[in-house]
């Protein structure tokens, strides 16, 4: 299945991506636009909107659009959730301080995006950081922290 967002990804369009291709979409192609052309490119290709204004899996009620996509899907894992929770925090300026891995995480995107500002690329190397911190958010849930 096609997914389209906004180009020039950041922590919300790197986490949602991983996300999807993780966890909801194993064939998931990205295409990247600017963001005047999502709907646009949505209806002519098919392909299915996420982390743009207007669009059913964006921001809503305070969440980001990486819990968003969790809810769409009744995703359940407990460590999805605490990851949801880190992704959240980095990408909702207003709740920066939520989580203390959330910088961390900011400052990795800022520095991919510097480093491979092709966003299918950044995507591709990014999603190493999303597995592993996926991968310590299991260790978190699964000691009870």
């Not at 979409?25 to 295409?31: N, Q, T």
């Not at 392909?47 to 995703?75: M, N, Q, R, W, Y």
């Not at 995006?113 to 995507?123: A, G, I, T, V």
Request: net charge negative; charged share 30%; aromatic share 10%.
């Amino acid at each position: 299945m096609k997914w389209v967002t906004r180009s020039h990804v950041h922590v919300d369009r790197v986490a949602c991506p991983w996300l999807i291709a993780r966890f909801v979409d194993s064939e998931a192609e990205f295409i990247f636009v600017p963001k005047s052309q999502v709907k646009r490119v949505a209806e002519e290709t098919g392909a299915i909107p996420f982390d743009a204004p207007g669009v059913e899996l964006g921001h809503h009620d305070g969440k980001c659009s990486f819990e968003t996509i969790i809810e769409h899907f009744e995703l359940t894992d407990k460590a999805l959730l605490r990851l949801a929770k880190i992704v959240h925090s980095a990408d909702v300026r207003a709740d920066r301080d939520a989580d203390p891995i959330a910088v961390g995480l900011e400052a990795l995107a800022v520095g991919y995006s510097l480093r491979f500002p092709d966003d299918l690329e950044n995507l591709e190397r990014q999603f190493e950081v999303y597995d592993a911190l996926y991968a310590w958010c299991r260790l978190q849930v699964a000691s009870g922290k």
